[in-house]
């Protein structure tokens, strides 16, 4: 079992930032690839970003590709997304997900933990 906690959500204006934390727990953290996911009110939920065991490798979607960075601490247990030029379509619920072994996971169905949830919300 992996336990994931997600932190950093708010209130932000368009073009300002916001740093997400998700902090692990349970089995070894450095095992599992590891995403965050977004999911707006009325939509599906989407895969915004992922990262490897090592942080070798990332994947972006165009939507966020060059504004958002994810990034991971395998001694803290801990990924993060850093979220700069935020704009209002940015606005959802964001969730930080834990997907076993060494390869990106790109498909929501890969994952098997998940976090809590944390808001987003971008004014305009």
């Known amino acids: 079992q992996v336990q994931l906690v997600e932190s950093g959500g708010g209130l932000v204006q368009a073009g300002g930032s916001l740093r997400l934390s998700c902090a692990a727990s349970?089995?070894?953290?450095?095992?599992?690839?590891m995403g965050w996911f977004r999911q707006a009110p009325g939509k599906q939920r989407e895969l915004i970003a992922t990262?490897?065991?090592?942080?070798?490798?990332?994947y972006y979607p165009d939507s966020v590709k060059g504004r958002f960075t994810i990034s991971r601490d395998n001694v803290k247990n801990t990924v993060y997304l850093q979220m700069n030029s935020l704009k209002p379509e940015d606005t959802a619920v964001y969730y930080c997900?834990?997907?076993?072994?060494?390869?990106?996971?790109?498909?929501?169905?890969?994952?098997?933990?998940w976090g809590q949830g944390t808001q987003v919300t971008v004014s305009s």
């Open positions: 990262i490897i065991w090592s942080g070798g490798s990332t």
């Open positions: 997900a834990a997907r076993p072994g060494y390869v990106l996971g790109y498909y929501e169905t890969e994952y098997e933990y």
């Open positions: 349970g089995r070894t953290f450095s095992y599992y690839t």
